[in-house]
């Protein structure tokens, strides 16, 4: 089993559509989470560091079930420049990192 | 500020060739990461480093793989021979390396096609 997993994708939603997608981690010592974004052909971006007690920035919430090893990001009110592949990132161990391989979204007109 | 440089951008070699890649982080950032990006795939960390020091290396083939950061501040991968897996994005990240600052930043990559 891998210790963070994605669903690939990809997820085609029309603008304005609200999308969630999830991330299952496996290792009970994870500490740290975080959603990268990751546009086609460049490096990722950190989106948003997730929370135990949930956060939220703008159109974009991430949340974190720690009972069930997971973590969610929804985006409300989706834009075409949300395009891109989202990555979920468990982090333990101070600084020991894995991530997913992505969830792609493509917002489409 | 300057973000994270990588150079080259693009390599293309030969197989049994050797390449290298070298990565300049974030001013003052203590962490610095090595990952491979396979298409469709998330970065898989290579190794890191607390500034001079490889703490997790347990991922890098090291029969062929080899890294150093010498003075704790820019650092080279080295693959040698290269095999025509080893194909894909190299890419670097840093980060300041202190507890609740562990926002990672990439640099561009290096997308290297091994023939």
């Known amino acids: 089993r891998k210790e963070v997993e994605q669903d690939p994708g990809p997820f085609n939603v029309p603008e304005g559509a609200t999308v969630a997608f999830n991330c299952t981690y496996s290792n009970s010592a994870s500490q740290s989470f975080f959603w990268y974004r990751q546009d086609c052909r460049k490096e990722p971006k950190l989106l948003m560091s997730?929370?135990?007690s949930g956060n939220e920035d703008g159109r974009f919430t991430a949340q974190l079930n720690r009972a069930s090893q997971y973590i969610s990001l929804l985006i409300r009110d989706s834009k075409l420049s949300d395009s891109a592949t989202y990555l979920c990132v468990a982090q333990w161990s101070y600084q020991k990192v894995t991530f997913g391989t992505g969830t792609k979204l493509q917002v489409i007109p | 500020e300057a973000g994270v440089v990588q150079s080259p951008r693009y390599k293309i070699i030969e197989k049994k060739q050797p390449v290298a890649f070298w990565c300049n982080p974030i001013?003052?950032?203590?962490?610095l990461y090595w990952y491979r990006q396979n298409l469709g795939q998330g970065p898989e960390l290579l190794i890191r480093y607390e500034n001079e020091e490889a703490v997790d290396d347990s991922q890098l083939p090291k029969d062929r793989f080899s890294a150093e950061r010498l003075k704790g501040v820019d650092s080279t991968l080295k693959i040698q021979p290269a095999e025509l897996g080893d194909s894909a994005v190299y890419l670097c990240a840093s980060s300041p390396g202190r507890l609740g600052q562990e926002t990672q930043y990439f640099g561009p990559g290096t997308r290297l096609l091994v023939l």
């Open positions: 001013s003052g950032h203590n962490t």
């Open positions: 997730v929370y135990s």
